[in-house]
């Protein structure tokens, strides 16, 4: 797995893969423009923010043949969750730039969504019935870049921005409103860019913490880059991005515990224990798009190493998807 220092490209302009590419970055691409692959196209946005108190997010997804936005809002000391969703036929009035960390937009009469940037922040607006979303992601020079190949006409690019400083704030309710306020939260934003196969499967998981030494954010994947020689696998520690090279296993102890750890690696080692606390189960069955996606939420223990530095985790409020998609 080859690390890129040029300027990428996911494509030719006849959608065929940019072999060059395949591998990952520090850097996003210069060029993610899909120009080809008409309804086979996959394009989204995916934002966070997580800390012990709770946990909002919310995406902006095209598939050429249907849109999708979604908010999800757990409020962890409350147990309270909100979940909103929104399906848009042929993606009408939806805008995702091409180009990552760029514009996105959609409005109707019952919701207001835009994202634009602004030097280097992402300034964030979203209004939808009782949520009031105002907030910056601040961004960072280095991210996890990865183009993932399946075949010549199909691939994804994933660039995963963690852990980001934000400001602003989450307000929830009409009575009685609750602000969130962002500062002390983590921040993540997950920009893929693809041409997909019919079906597929992935485990994501995403965390980070912290403290007056250490700011660190994880990025853990699985299955759906199975066999590809690629993985989306990274660690961020104080700013300096460290790609971890093993593959991950995620393990299913019972219905409360995950085991994940990496095949064997002499030079890294990933050894973590994921404890389930909520799983919010969303299915959908459509005709032109099923899936079943299990949003959970827990904490992690354990520890990674990585570049002769071991980070422990002890508790950390973590982010973790286990999904199937036929779309």
Not at 277 to 296: A, G, T
């Amino acid at each position: 797995m080859k690390e890129l220092k040029n300027k990428n490209f996911i494509c030719t302009k006849e959608g065929i893969l940019n072999k060059e590419s395949i591998g990952w970055s520090r850097k996003i691409f210069s060029n993610c423009d899909i120009d080809s692959g008409y309804f086979r196209k996959k394009i989204w946005n995916h934002y966070m923010w997580m800390n012990d108190k709770y946990i909002c997010a919310f995406a902006i997804v095209k598939l050429d043949y249907v849109g999708l936005i979604f908010i999800d809002f757990y409020d962890l000391e409350e147990k309270r969750e909100i979940h909103k969703n929104i399906t848009i036929p042929l993606c009408n009035g939806m805008i995702i730039h091409n180009s990552v960390g760029s514009y996105a937009h959609y409005q109707n009469k019952d919701m207001y969504f835009n994202i634009i940037r602004v030097n280097e922040k992402l300034h964030v607006m979203i209004k939808w019935h009782e949520i009031d979303i105002d907030a910056n992601f601040i961004l960072q020079k280095e991210s996890l870049n990865v183009l993932v190949p399946w075949s010549d006409k199909k691939y994804h690019y994933t660039s995963k921005q963690l852990p980001l400083k934000s400001k602003g704030y989450v307000c929830i309710g009409q009575d009685e409103n609750e602000t969130f306020n962002l500062e002390d939260s983590i921040g993540f934003i997950d920009y893929g860019r693809g041409i997909w196969e019919r079906e597929k499967s992935w485990y994501w998981l995403t965390c980070g913490f912290k403290n007056e030494d250490l700011k660190v954010g994880l990025n853990l994947g699985g299955k759906w880059t199975d066999n590809t020689g690629v993985n989306e696998n990274g660690i961020k520690i104080n700013g300096i991005l460290y790609k971890i090279y093993s593959d991950v296993n995620f393990e299913k102890i019972d219905e409360n515990k995950w085991s994940i750890k990496n095949n064997q690696n002499k030079e890294e080692q990933i050894d973590l224990i994921f404890k389930v606390e909520s799983i919010n189960d969303k299915k959908n069955n459509k005709i032109l798009v099923k899936s079943s996606l299990k949003q959970h939420i827990g904490r992690i223990n354990g520890e990674v190493k990585v570049n002769d530095e071991t980070i422990e985790f002890n508790d950390v409020i973590c982010w973790f998807e286990d999904h199937y998609a036929k779309w």
